[in-house]
């Protein structure tokens, strides 16, 4: 079964460091979406790409978060700095245009001590 | 607006039981509709989805949903539970320019 694949799996840095989350989403799939989760907020979009044009960040903190997608096989979530409020699970996920829904992949478990 | 409201953060059923999960949605436009399950320390699943053709979709492990419009419902159902659906559930509805909005979730769990 194709798949999204998300690395790493889990994550622990200090608070201040750069922290970057890699997705290759399923090769034919056009958006790509980045979703955080944690007990509080639940599940929260971050960022929103469609043929890795970026459509809807408006969930992110600007000031400390970006998403990119250099090519169609890769994505990247970076926060500088990371601060212990970051601390969640970070997913990526992605589909077609049509209405078949999306797949999500494991997720970065991301700690920040 | 496009909004999800699952009723109920935690459901508990015992095995054989029926389960009830509830959905209700807002949208402006026709919605695609989404059920999702999470296992414990893993990713989101596809359950079944409703996009616009049967209003009872059937989706993998038993598990079906019926849309009402007239409601703005879109609940998920299996006749009875098995200890392997204890997870957490999650409504999702999609705008027609793709953006994926999730409820809150639900919780099951599961009693011998």
């Known amino acids: 079964d194709a798949r999204v694949t998300q690395t790493p799996r889990h994550k622990v840095t200090e608070m201040g460091q750069e922290v970057t989350m890699r997705c290759q989403p399923i090769l034919g799939h056009n958006t790509v979406f980045w979703y955080r989760q944690t007990m509080m907020q639940g599940l929260e979009l971050l960022a929103y790409f469609r043929n890795r044009a970026p459509l809807d960040d408006s969930g992110m903190p600007k000031d400390r978060f970006s998403a990119e997608m250099p090519d169609a096989t890769l994505a990247t979530l970076k926060i500088q700095p990371s601060e212990p409020r970051d601390s969640a699970v970070y997913f990526c996920?992605?589909?077609?245009?049509?209405?078949?829904?999306?797949?999500f992949g494991s997720g970065t478990r991301l700690t920040v001590v | 607006a496009q909004s999800v409201t699952q009723l109920g953060s935690h459901v508990s059923v015992s095995e054989g039981a029926l389960v009830l999960l509830r959905c209700n949605y807002s949208?402006?436009?026709?919605?695609?509709l989404f059920w999702y399950v999470q296992y414990p320390n893993q990713g989101l699943q596809l359950l079944l989805k409703?996009?616009?053709?049967?209003?009872l979709v059937k989706g993998i492990n038993g598990f079906e949903a019926e849309f009402k419009k007239s409601e703005t419902s879109f609940h998920l159902t299996k006749p009875s539970a098995h200890m392997s659906d204890a997870a957490e559930y999650f409504c999702?509805?999609?705008?027609?320019?793709?953006?994926?909005?999730f409820g809150q979730g639900t919780i099951l769990t599961v009693h011998p």
């Open positions: 949208s402006s436009v026709p919605p695609y």
């Open positions: 409703y996009t616009s053709a049967a209003t």
């Open positions: 996920a992605s589909g077609p245009l049509s209405s078949d829904g999306y797949t």
């Open positions: 999702a509805l999609r705008a027609s320019y793709g953006k994926l909005t």
